[in-house]
């Protein structure tokens, strides 16, 4: 007689959570296809801002913003703020390009740069092990001063700030909104006094860096 012996049982795997931040049923996909090459990936689905991705339950290990996103740069503050420890990534397709003037403030808010031109199975690897850096990076975080609240910009500035980008003059601008040249300068005062910004050309600067106009 043949007596069976019970398999020892299997230790579970620690698994982390990644949520897609984004609206391109391409970059989903691919994001879906990682998860689905490692058993130490969980996909959660998508969300339409950082800020959700980072807050619906079951809150996630990782967070992926795609960089074609509305604000993606405002996006990565806020599911930074939400999740101080975990891994937060921008999701770059095979032509975008970053402006070296907002590297520091993508040093501050992720945990860094993913394309998906990356096999999937490799992309799998990087990503479970970034949880890992991300805890000791979160935790050197919360020793850090915070960081001031984000400056919000109403509609009329952003416009005033959009035309200033394009090169247009007060004049011409006010022409465009329909409002007087004092009242755009008065608009740009105000501007440069909130941002920290020593001219008009740096106020812009800082407004892209921000997430509050498209980088150029």
């Not at 945990?111 to 990503?127: E, F, H, I, N, R």
């Not at 991300?134 to 050197?140: D, T």
């Amino acid at each position: 007689m043949i007596r069976e012996t019970a398999s020892p049982p299997q230790p579970a795997v620690d698994t982390r959570g990644l949520r897609y931040a984004g609206n391109r049923p391409d970059h989903r996909a691919f994001l879906e296809a990682v998860c689905a090459a490692s058993a130490r990936l969980r996909w959660l689905g998508t969300a339409n801002s950082g800020f959700r991705a980072a807050v619906e339950t079951p809150r996630p290990d990782i967070v992926v913003i795609d960089w074609r996103s509305a604000k993606p740069l405002s996006s990565c503050l806020a599911a930074r703020r939400a999740l101080p420890a975990a891994a937060i990534f921008l999701l770059l397709h095979g032509e975008d390009d970053i402006h070296p003037d907002l590297w520091p403030e993508l040093a501050r808010t992720t945990t860094g740069l993913l394309t998906c031109a990356a096999q999937p199975a490799t992309m799998a690897g990087v990503l479970a092990a970034s949880t890992e850096v991300a805890e000791a990076l979160g935790a050197a975080r919360r020793r850090l001063p915070a960081a001031p609240p984000p400056v919000e910009l109403t509609d009329l500035e952003e416009a005033v700030l959009r035309h200033a980008a394009d090169g247009r003059t007060a004049a011409e601008t006010a022409a465009k909104l329909g409002i007087s040249s004092a009242d755009v300068q008065s608009v740009l005062r105000g501007l440069k006094k909130r941002l920290g910004a020593r001219s008009r050309a740096h106020a812009v600067a800082l407004a892209i860096r921000a997430g509050h106009l498209p980088v150029p």
